[in-house]
């Protein structure tokens, strides 16, 4: 069973970066896709960035696009979101998610990213 471990939240000023990272405990063959999703407080939980293991299709919100770059390691099954240019709009938990080959969700516990002055 997969199990992910995300890390690298944190508090930053505006204009700063932040680099998150998840590890994907699991078999890496059995992965369809891994992505970042983010929710605020008082909103529906939103997809940042997600990719797929085995093509190079990628996809953005538009409200991070330019700003965030999702990249995966595959030999060491994990999922990085390379956030810059922050800004007060960002600041959210974001959590790590990983579909397997069969459709079934995984979720990281989540990681606080705050962006404040």
């Known amino acids: 069973q997969v199990e992910l471990v995300e890390s690298g939240g944190g508090l930053v000023q505006p204009g700063g970066s932040l680099r998150l990272s998840c590890n994907a405990n699991?078999?890496?063959?059995?992965?369809?896709?891994m992505g970042w999703y983010r929710q605020a407080p008082g909103n529906q939980r939103e997809l940042v960035a997600s990719?797929?293991?085995?093509?190079?299709?990628?996809n953005y919100a538009n409200s991070v696009k330019g700003r965030f770059t999702i990249s995966r390691d595959s030999a060491r099954n994990t999922v990085d979101l390379q956030m810059n240019s922050l800004k007060a709009e960002d600041t959210a938990v974001y959590y790590c998610?990983?579909?397997?080959?069969?459709?079934?969700?995984?979720w990281g516990q989540g990681t606080q990213v705050t962006v404040s002055s």
């Open positions: 998610n990983v579909i397997s080959v069969w459709g079934r969700n995984y």
């Open positions: 990719l797929f293991t085995n093509s190079a299709h990628i």
């Open positions: 699991g078999s890496v063959s059995s992965i369809y896709s």
